[in-house]
């Protein structure tokens, strides 16, 4: 039984592997993360973003595609008496070489993840 779940789980991890989604974790100590595309051959759309501010806060995130044409505003989020949030964008961004997700935060403190797949 033990091989079973053992097997298992390296086929569930070779499967997350093979559909080349990830994620990272960056500070809102500054109030602004910027993510940006330095792979010249590959693209990646953000699945979620999640917040978890230090302490219960109020305010607004604003979430945008920086590209070599400009800055597009992708969502604006208020929120009030929050100690986490999520944004689930409701069509694929394509983030190709160059471009940039920005997130600014008038909220300072707190984790900001990034949750994004490869195209």
Known sequence: MKRLII????MLAAG??????WSDSYSLTSGVV???NTQG????????LMWKFAVSSSGTLV???????GSFPLANCTFTNAT?????PEA????????A????SSVRGGVMELIRKGE
């Open 41 to 48: 051959n590959s693209s990646w759309v953000p699945v979620a």
């Open 16 to 21: 997350s592997a093979w559909a080349g989604g």
């Open 92 to 99: 694929a961004f394509p983030f190709g070489f160059g471009d």
């Open 34 to 36: 910027c993510v940006t």
């Open 84 to 88: 986490s949030m999520t944004w689930i």
């Open 63 to 69: 979430i945008s595609r920086v590209t070599a044409n």
């Open 7 to 10: 097997a298992l789980v390296l």
């Open 101 to 104: 997700l920005t997130v600014t």
